[in-house]
């Protein structure tokens, strides 16, 4: 509530009466504004200016090697997240690292027909998405590891 009181022409006094309670105010703990600050930070490069994207047309965070699309920890770099990449040039398709630009080159293709349903469960023995994938409606669903080095694609015969 607002109340303004006159004295003079030339002079206004305004006070502000307003009623605090737990429902129209907000406790900042310690911890909040610490994390409130480092989500802050993200947005500056090292001289001190923010990153804005011209594609992008806004402010973005600067190094950032998850992204929400991804589905794994990258098991080389440890840093990135392992994702389905389609090529531009060759319209394939394949997994790859997040943090390629940097130095990582782990990547491994994928069936290029056929339907493809990607898994966030790590393979027991490389760190690799699980995979499913099948060539028609008919066949059933096959789980498989999407690394092609792994030991458990090795033919079974």
Request: aromatic share 8%.
């Amino acid at each position: 509530m607002i109340a303004m009181q006159g004295k003079k022409n030339s002079q206004i006094q305004v006070s502000v009466k307003s009623k605090l309670d737990s429902r129209n105010s907000i406790k900042i703990s310690e911890r909040r504004i610490v994390k409130m600050k480092n989500e802050i930070k993200q947005y500056y490069d090292k001289n001190g200016y923010l990153a804005w994207s011209e594609k992008k047309k806004k402010y973005v965070i600067l190094g950032t090697n998850s992204p929400v699309n991804g589905l794994v920890e990258c098991p080389q770099c440890h840093i990135g997240k392992l994702m389905v990449i389609r090529s531009r040039i060759t319209k394939k398709r394949f997994i790859g690292c997040s943090n390629y630009y940097n130095g990582c080159r782990a990547s491994s293709p994928l069936i290029q027909r056929g339907m493809l349903c990607t898994t966030k469960i790590p393979c027991k023995f490389c760190s690799w998405p699980i995979i499913l994938f099948r060539y028609s409606i008919k066949q059933k669903w096959t789980r498989q590891c999407a690394n092609m080095k792994c030991k458990t694609r090795e033919i079974k015969s």
